[in-house]
């Protein structure tokens, strides 16, 4: 029953257990869509070869418990057909979590194209300018990643994870001042966000 493997897998992710989980998305993905006896399927739906792929929804759950399995190849693959055709042109969560994946996967090109896309589609979330300065600094600009969670601070200013990324920008333009003024924005803003308290020890006793 795909109500029930459905629901199965949803409870796996709640439990954190992504490896059962995307094993039932995968299965459910693959299955043909609808109860219909396969004897009793018309010739039509055969040769089209319906599938539950079109859930995107379950796509998307599948491409979050790849990340988490830390299989970003195969995520990526998910995700570049959930960004294609129309309706993937405008899904800003699928744009996203391909710019995120691409990240991890040190693809600078497809990261700031899905960067961009996201701060098009989702001016209203932090992850898009997020992306873009990650981006930036990864391949080297430090002015300009700076620039963009400067901008992405300015939009989002309650927003702990931007201050830290600020954080490391400075930090690693040696600006020590400015650096420790955003990461201890950051915990006050997350006072339980561990990286930002180790980040602000390590520029506090840097020399």
């Not at 057909?81 to 129309?86: E, I, Q, V």
Request: net charge neutral; aromatic share 2%; with cysteine.
């Amino acid at each position: 029953d795909d109500a029930l493997a459905e629901g199965l897998a949803l409870a796996w992710i709640a439990c954190e257990r992504y490896a059962e989980a995307e094993l039932a998305l995968s299965r459910l993905l693959d299955r043909p869509r609808g109860s219909t006896p396969p004897g009793v399927r018309t010739t039509a739906q055969r040769e089209a070869g319906e599938r539950v792929q079109s859930r995107r929804d379950l796509e998307h759950l599948r491409a979050r418990c790849l990340i988490a399995l830390n299989r970003p190849a195969e995520a990526r693959t998910l995700l570049l057909g959930l960004t294609s055709g129309a309706e993937g042109a405008a899904d800003a969560s699928a744009w996203i979590a391909l710019g995120q994946v691409a990240h991890t996967l040190k693809d600078m090109q497809r990261m700031r194209i899905a960067a961009n896309r996201a701060i098009a589609l989702a001016p209203d979330r932090p992850e898009g300018r997020m992306l873009l300065a990650a981006q930036r600094m990864e391949s080297g600009d430090l002015p300009g990643a700076l620039q963009a969670a400067r901008e992405a601070a300015a939009r989002f200013p309650e927003d702990a994870g931007v201050r830290l990324l600020c954080g490391v920008i400075l930090s690693e333009m040696k600006r020590k001042d400015e650096a420790a003024q955003e990461l201890s924005s950051a915990l006050a803003l997350d006072p339980k966000n561990r990286r930002a308290a180790a980040m602000l020890a390590a520029v506090e006793s840097a020399d």
